[in-house]
């Protein structure tokens, strides 16, 4: 069984503060991970694809992988309020299948 | 380029009834994916279609089942519904290959009473 794993949180962080969430998965054959923002009776939305080892960054949000120590992590700079949402980590392991972790919850205090 | 449609948004159903979601993909997209969520379980894998021919499969009873048309438009079919049916089924289309990201609908909110 190929699992992702993730702290379900809550993470409480100040605005304007860095907000750190970190993934874990189990195998190590693995391809390209997602992170997705959830936001409360809304679908998930995909704001980060990574398929190789470093970082990637898209605005203020950064995506790292590391396939040696099998995590991946997101970081969001200058966090805003409407960052408070669940963030959703999931990775594809040379199945046709996405799997998903259960989700960290972020709540940016202001 | 439109997103992911699903049909419809809610749903209010009874115990034993059956139900039927509707999905219509990304245009070019010829993989869909179906997910239930529920609070506490999370996103669960219902099953993959690509080109008509189901590509993967979750752990869920063979009540649950889905079908894929010629267009990409994907169907999910619940029959006998249970109350513990009741969650959020999202559709999720890709272009195809396993590295895709999956693109999520809105959701069908289904209510089993």
């Known amino acids: 069984q190929k699992e992702v794993e993730q702290n379900s949180g809550p993470l409480s962080v100040p605005e304007g503060a860095i907000a750190s969430l970190n993934c874990t998965y189990s195998d190590r054959v693995s391809q390209s991970f997602f992170w997705y923002r959830q936001y409360s009776g809304k679908s998930p939305e995909l704001i980060m694809s990574i398929y190789s080892n470093g970082d990637k960054e898209d605005g203020r949000f950064t995506a790292q992988l590391n396939k040696a120590s099998q995590y991946v992590s997101l970081l969001i700079r200058d966090s805003q309020p409407s960052d408070s949402a669940t963030y959703l980590c999931a990775g594809n392991f040379g199945n046709e299948k996405l799997t998903f972790g259960t989700g960290t919850r972020l709540t940016i205090i202001p | 380029k439109a997103g992911v449609t699903q049909t419809p948004r809610y749903l209010i159903k009874t115990r034993g009834q059956q139900v039927t979601l509707s999905c219509s993909p990304i245009?070019?997209?010829?993989?869909v994916s179906w997910y239930q969520q529920t609070p506490g379980q999370g996103l669960q894998f219902l099953f993959e279609?690509?080109?008509?021919?189901?590509?993967n499969k979750g752990n869920f009873p063979g009540r649950f089942s889905g079908r894929q048309f010629s267009n990409s438009r994907s169907e999910m079919n619940v029959s006998t519904l249970e109350l513990g049916d009741s969650a959020l089924y999202l559709c999720?289309?890709?272009?195809?290959?396993?590295?895709?990201?999956?693109?999520f609908g809105n959701g069908t909110r289904l209510t089993v009473t």
């Open positions: 245009s070019g997209h010829r993989s």
């Open positions: 999720a289309s890709r272009t195809g290959t396993g590295t895709s990201p999956l693109h």
């Open positions: 279609y690509f080109s008509e021919t189901q590509r």
